[in-house]
T-cell receptor
Framework: EAQVTQNPRYLITVTGKKLTVTCSQNMNHEYMSWYRQDPGLGLRQIYYSMNVEVTDKGDVPEGYKVSRKEKRNFPLILESPSPNQTSLYFC????????????FGQGTRLTVV | KQEVTQIPAALSVPEGENLVLNCSFTDSAIYNLQWFRQDPGKGLTSLLLIQSSQREQTSGRLNASLDKSSGRSTLYIAASQPGDSATYLCAVQTQGGSEKLVFGKGTKLTVNP
């Protein structure tokens, strides 16, 4: 089954404690990205990757890091989480042609206290 | 900068009614437009993808249209059911640069039995 898998689904952490949210896709997609969803602001892109070892900032990259060492994985790293990073996070993937469907993970609800 | 607007923000209808959700975007340089469904606290489920060269797509009781020149799309839901209650998101994939999806803030649909 074609899918994007995120882990964990729920996470409560304390300010400053480094964490990683994993994302994996099984569709051989070149393009992967991370979004955060906040009430009243909608979904905004954090980082994206067009292929292995190729990553770039989206609209709200501050406080986040990513890596793309393998085509299927695209982890999101919060080196020093702060309360304003409390949000619902989504990983997405698609082919790079731009004319195909984007698939989303089930989301990770992060709370930073 | 691409902006996506969805109207109305919320809609409540009785079961069985046909309804239309609206989406507008400011920049016609898009690859595609996607409609998603999101249940509370859950992930995004892709409903329909319309390529920039297409005018409409249909899936079951759903029909989406695209008028790229005027920057508009509609999602038509026939014979609505309580199970259709969810937030519906419209997103356009932009050409050039990050190839990102730009989302509207959604229409929250409630179908009353």
């Amino acid at each position: 089954e074609a899918q994007v898998t995120q882990n964990p689904r729920y996470l409560i952490t304390v300010t400053g404690k480094k964490l990683t949210v994993t994302c994996s896709q099984n569709m051989n997609h070149e393009y992967m990205s991370w979004y955060r969803q906040d009430p009243g602001l909608g979904l905004r892109q954090i980082y994206y990757s067009m292929n292995v070892e190729v990553t770039d900032k989206g609209d709200v990259p501050e406080g986040y890091k990513v890596s793309r060492k393998e085509k299927r994985n695209f982890p999101l790293i919060l080196e020093s989480p702060s309360p304003n990073q409390t949000s619902l996070y989504f990983c997405a993937s698609s082919f790079l042609t731009g004319y195909t469907e984007a698939f989303f993970g089930q989301g990770t609800r992060l709370t930073v206290v | 900068k691409q902006e996506v607007t969805q109207i109305p923000a919320a809609l409540s209808v009785p079961e069985g009614e046909n309804l239309v959700l609206n989406c507008s975007f400011t920049d016609s340089a898009i690859y595609n437009l996607q409609w998603f469904r999101q249940d509370p606290g859950k992930g995004l489920t892709s409903l329909l993808l319309i390529q920039s060269s297409q005018r409409e797509q249909t899936s079951g009781r759903l029909n989406a249209s695209l008028d790229k020149s005027s920057g508009r799309s509609t999602l038509y839901i026939a014979a609505s059911q309580p199970g259709d209650s969810a937030t519906y998101l419209c997103a356009v994939q932009t050409q050039g640069g990050s190839e990102k999806l730009v989302f509207g803030k959604g229409t929250k649909l409630t179908v009353n039995p």
